[in-house]
């Protein structure tokens, strides 16, 4: 199938972009910037040859074929690319482009995984009550020590032993700590503003944060609300759409958007707070993602304008400093979407600085890719190993006891490569270190 016969979403981006894309020098400043072009040596898993791929298929030289779709799927969609392009070639949204060329080709050919990746994607994380009990399982499992039994006594191997991993890098002990000392109390504290005027905020819960994560929900919330923000509940929230959209299902991306956009604007909050960087970078490119609906492109561009990350917020308006000292040693790891998406370097180090105690430690390669990127560790468990490795080593290199790092799927990644290893190092969200530093003192 080439653009020729039959028009394509890719085809009308790269379109769209062109003036962009004929900008672009092939000055190779993104290959040692792509964690895959570092790992492989290959010119076409590079983002300069994938965009040369993509035109391929736009110009009718090549079709979606094994070699286009290899090289599509392997990519991380990082997008540590744009941060090195000096021509702001829009990568990321190149690349679900070019997804749902894959994903539709995929269907047609009759691909048992891609069967299987939407009906999980399309009948889990679009139905909250199935998306519940699914995740009520994993924390059963997990909290049970079903899960740390079958990892310490090596029941299962490969792709299995690597899934008990990253549930069990969803358990923090900062966290859960934290979370005991708050449930000794009378609740987690008030809902409402300490000040007045102050801003009403709307907070994402997500599917995978508040299924694997409410602790660093609640931390999150508890954190707003000390600081003098009121919150607003969005009941009728749902998924924000990223996996879909990095998977190339971007039309069910377009649907969980216009609900996400009807929630939070009928909530009346003046911002939406998201804690997970991917979750937030698709959140901010609803407007992209919308624009060429009429009834809601208006509406997704004032919402996308409404939408801070957690600590992009706290520095814009201002934190109270923690007074609980926390003794540790900390690496902050920048997850991809954060720091190449939202353009968000320096907020979270900077606000950790303000936890006495605290002794921020320099992680090598912190802006550099995990391997993590959503499902990819479960589809390329070889090549996001490899990818991986890297990064365990910096954090051993640093000596630290803790990771920070502000992305549940970094958290999961980094965690079991930790675990699996044999290392002790808690990797936490950065919102928990701020909140445990509003707790009792740690003993």
């Given at each position: 199938?080439?653009?020729?016969?039959?028009p394509?979403v890719?085809?009308?981006?790269l379109n769209?972009n062109?003036?962009?894309?004929l900008t672009?020098?092939?000055?190779?400043?993104?290959?040692?910037?792509?964690?895959?072009?570092?790992?492989?040596g290959?010119e076409?898993?590079?983002?300069?040859?994938r965009?040369?791929?993509?035109?391929g298929v736009?110009?009718g030289r090549?079709n979606i074929?094994?070699t286009?779709?290899?090289?599509?799927?392997?990519?991380l969609?990082?997008?540590a690319c744009?941060s090195?392009c000096p021509?702001?070639v829009?990568?990321?949204?190149?690349?679900?482009?070019?997804?749902?060329e894959?994903s539709?080709?995929k269907?047609?050919?009759g691909v048992?995984?891609e069967?299987v990746?939407?009906?999980?994607?399309?009948?889990t994380?679009?139905?909250?009550?199935?998306?519940?009990?699914?995740m009520?399982?994993a924390?059963?499992?997990?909290d049970?020590g079903?899960?740390?039994?079958?990892?310490e006594?090596k029941?299962?191997?490969?792709?299995?032993?690597?899934?008990?991993?990253?549930?069990?890098?969803t358990r923090s002990?900062?966290?859960?700590?934290?979370s005991q000392?708050?449930a000794?109390?009378?609740?987690?504290?008030?809902?409402?503003?300490?000040r007045?005027?102050?801003?009403?905020v709307?907070?994402?819960?997500?599917?995978?944060m508040e299924?694997?994560?409410?602790?660093?929900n609640?931390?999150?919330e508890r954190?707003?609300?000390?600081?003098?923000?009121?919150l607003v509940?969005a009941?009728?929230?749902?998924?924000c759409?990223?996996?879909?959209?990095h998977?190339g299902?971007?039309?069910?991306?377009?649907?969980?958007?216009?609900?996400?956009?009807?929630a939070?604007?009928?909530s009346?909050c003046?911002?939406?707070i998201?804690?997970?960087?991917?979750?937030?970078?698709?959140?901010?490119e609803?407007?992209?993602l919308?624009?060429?609906?009429?009834?809601?492109?208006k509406?997704?561009l004032e919402?996308?304008?409404?939408?801070?990350?957690?600590?992009?917020f706290l520095a814009?308006?201002g934190?109270?400093p923690?007074?609980?000292?926390?003794?540790r040693r900390?690496?902050?790891?920048a997850?991809?979407?954060?720091?190449?998406?939202?353009?968000?370097?320096?907020?979270?180090?900077?606000?950790?600085?303000?936890?006495?105690g605290?002794?921020l430690i320099?992680l090598r390669?912190?802006?550099?890719?995990c391997?993590?990127a959503?499902i990819y560790n479960l589809?390329?468990?070889a090549?996001?190993?490899d990818i991986?490795?890297?990064?365990?080593?910096?954090v051993t290199e640093?000596g630290?006891?803790?990771?920070?790092t502000g992305?549940?799927g970094?958290i999961?990644?980094?965690g079991?490569g930790?675990?699996?290893?044999?290392?002790t190092?808690d990797?936490v969200h950065?919102?928990d270190?701020?909140?445990?530093?509003?707790?009792?003192p740690?003993?």
């Amino acid at each position: 199938m080439s653009i020729e016969q039959q028009p394509s979403v890719l085809a009308s981006l790269l379109n769209a972009n062109t003036e962009k894309l004929l900008t672009c020098v092939h000055c190779g400043l993104c290959l040692p910037s792509c964690p895959t072009y570092r790992v492989l040596g290959n010119e076409n898993d590079s983002p300069r040859g994938r965009i040369y791929l993509m035109r391929g298929v736009v110009e009718g030289r090549l079709n979606i074929g094994a070699t286009f779709t290899s090289h599509i799927d392997a990519c991380l969609g990082c997008r540590a690319c744009e941060s090195a392009c000096p021509s702001s070639v829009p990568y990321g949204h190149l690349l679900e482009a070019a997804r749902a060329e894959v994903s539709q080709t995929k269907l047609a050919q009759g691909v048992v995984s891609e069967r299987v990746v939407r009906f999980v994607l399309n009948q889990t994380f679009t139905r909250p009550r199935v998306l519940r009990i699914g995740m009520a399982l994993a924390r059963l499992l997990r909290d049970s020590g079903l899960a740390q039994l079958a990892f310490e006594t090596k029941l299962v191997s490969g792709r299995f032993r690597l899934a008990l991993a990253l549930l069990l890098a969803t358990r923090s002990r900062l966290a859960a700590r934290a979370s005991q000392r708050y449930a000794s109390k009378a609740g987690d504290g008030p809902r409402t503003a300490m000040r007045r005027g102050a801003l009403r905020v709307g907070v994402l819960r997500g599917c995978v944060m508040e299924g694997l994560f409410e602790e660093t929900n609640r931390a999150t919330e508890r954190v707003l609300v000390r600081n003098g923000f009121e919150l607003v509940n969005a009941d009728k929230q749902m998924c924000c759409g990223a996996l879909h959209a990095h998977a190339g299902q971007l039309e069910r991306a377009r649907q969980l958007a216009r609900r996400n956009i009807e929630a939070f604007l009928e909530s009346g909050c003046d911002r939406v707070i998201v804690n997970a960087a991917g979750c937030g970078s698709a959140m901010k490119e609803y407007g992209q993602l919308l624009g060429e609906d009429p009834e809601f492109e208006k509406r997704a561009l004032e919402f996308s304008a409404k939408v801070r990350d957690v600590f992009e917020f706290l520095a814009e308006e201002g934190l109270e400093p923690p007074k609980t000292p926390l003794m540790r040693r900390v690496a902050y790891d920048a997850p991809c979407h954060l720091i190449h998406a939202q353009r968000i370097a320096q907020a979270p180090m900077e606000l950790m600085k303000q936890i006495p105690g605290i002794m921020l430690i320099p992680l090598r390669g912190f802006e550099s890719c995990c391997g993590g990127a959503g499902i990819y560790n479960l589809q390329h468990p070889a090549l996001s190993g490899d990818i991986l490795r890297d990064k365990l080593e910096a954090v051993t290199e640093s000596g630290v006891d803790t990771l920070a790092t502000g992305n549940p799927g970094c958290i999961m990644q980094i965690g079991a490569g930790l675990l699996l290893t044999g290392s002790t190092v808690d990797v936490v969200h950065p919102i928990d270190l701020l909140d445990a530093a509003c707790a009792e003192p740690e003993r």
